[in-house]
């Protein structure tokens, strides 16, 4: 595999840690910004409609550059949001600096997915996605939890400050070691090219599907400090432990997807869902249990953002992959960010700190009821023609077909 994929789940690595470092810092940042809890987790959800909204803009403007300089601008643009993030002198100011981050990071994935399917091999696709996931994971793994212990030690504005020296670190190395690309992916840089498979019923069935799935985990991930704390009874010094343990378990869950993304794609899925909902369940029956509640965050972090590279593949198949249609995918992903984030607030105020999680189920099962329509109609029985009839593709194809549930 290319080096360049490693260095683009670099890229990813920094964003993530970003936009997931609010999650770490609620206290804190609340504290600093003179803001309650809930308005914090908004900021979770402007980062996540910032990038449902924009980012797709963003990228039909370096749609035509070549990958290097785009990436250049992409990361020039995510740096200043950082910077304005650590100097933010009040609530509005943070506002605008998660806008204008989330809005580079969405282009940023879109192009960065698109380069990673165009550096590998077909048959490897799904592992490389799952690298290039590996920046969402680790950020989960490590990003999170040392931006929480920086804001605990050293202020909530140092984790911003170390954000953009990462930042800084990615795009020397990526300047660097991207090779010379023409485009991002399928579509040379034709929009209309690129605009032509959004007419498909079936990407946009995809894209609910991916919705749901993140949906569900961020309605708990976006509050699981405040839950650890205020509900389970751990200690404010233990969560960045536990959140060490949740990203473990992404890494894990992200890397078994990769490998069963391209056979076994909406098979995978079904499994994640189901999974997630169970999980999701018993944290919301059991989060006073101290040793049930990390059983099922951990459950939750194996099955739940785990399914990007499952997520991915199925988009590509359906529509293409190209850098537009994968940013658009990530818009549709972060718009399940958005729907856990803001609504899980919603449900703090009106039924308290286990409401997200009741809502993250409720999720995890409409995500299920979205791909019962492709599992029936690859579960209907086609007639079978002559073996020598023309037009007949025989079992090989059938075979295919049956691979890629």
């Known amino acids: 595999m290319h080096r360049a994929v490693y260095l683009l789940a670099l890229g990813i690595f920094a964003m993530v840690t970003s936009e997931f470092a609010v999650a770490g810092l609620m ?15 908004y900021l979770i959800t402007a980062f996540a409609a910032a990038m449902a909204a924009g ?39 943070m506002m605008t600096a998660r806008v204008i981050t989330g809005i580079a ?53 140092a984790t911003f400050w170390a954000v953009s020296a990462l930042t800084v670190l990615a795009a020397l190395a990526t300047m660097i070691g991207m ?25 946009w ?56 993304a391209d056979r076994h794609t909406v098979s995978v899925q079904l499994w994640g869902l189901t999974l997630n909902l169970v999980f999701l369940t018993g944290f ?11 059983v099922f965050m951990l459950g939750i972090g194996l099955v739940g953002v785990t399914m990007n590279p499952a997520m991915v593949t199925r988009v590509q198949r359906t529509g293409n992959a190209g850098p537009l249609v994968n940013t658009v995918h990530s818009s549709f992903i972060t718009l399940g960010v958005i729907i856990g984030s803001f609504a899980g607030g919603v449900a703090i105020d009106d039924f308290g700190l286990r409401a997200p999680l009741w ?8 995500g299920a009821l979205t791909l019962l329509p492709e599992l029936a109609h690859r579960s209907t029985p086609r007639p079978t023609a002559a073996p020598n009839a023309p037009g007949t593709l025989g079992g090989a194809a059938a075979g295919t077909e049956k691979q890629v549930v």
């Open 179 to 203: 090779p010379r690309l023409e485009h991002a992916g399928e579509g040379g840089g034709d929009l209309r090219k690129e605009l032509r498979v959004f007419a498909r019923p079936k990407l």
């Open 284 to 294: 919301a029956l059991l989060a006073h249990l101290s040793v049930l509640t990390v």
């Open 55 to 93: 980012g797709p803009f963003l990228t039909i403007a370096v749609l035509k550059a070549r990958p290097r300089p785009a990436l250049m601008v992409l990361f020039a643009i995510f740096l200043a949001g950082n910077l304005l993030a650590a100097t933010a002198p009040s609530y509005p100011v």
């Open 27 to 41: 206290p804190q940042m609340a504290d600093g910004l003179d803001a309650t809890i809930p308005q914090i987790g």
């Open 205 to 260: 069935l995809a894209f609910a599907t991916s919705t749901l799935i993140i949906g569900a985990t961020f309605s708990a991930f976006s509050y699981l400090s405040p839950i650890l704390t205020q509900v389970t009874g751990f200690s404010a010094g233990t969560v960045p432990l536990l959140l060490i343990a949740y990203g473990a378990a992404t890494v894990i869950g992200n890397n078994i997807v990769g490998r069963l």
């Open 105 to 157: 990071a969405q282009a940023f994935f879109g192009v960065a997915v698109s380069l990673a399917v165009q550096l590998t091999s077909p048959h490897v696709r799904g592992r490389a996605i799952a690298v290039v996931m590996n920046g969402l994971m680790v950020g989960t793994l490590l990003g999170l939890p040392l931006s929480t212990l920086i804001g605990e030690h050293l202020g909530w504005r």
């Open 359 to 366: 809502l993250g189920a409720a999720l995890a099962a409409l």
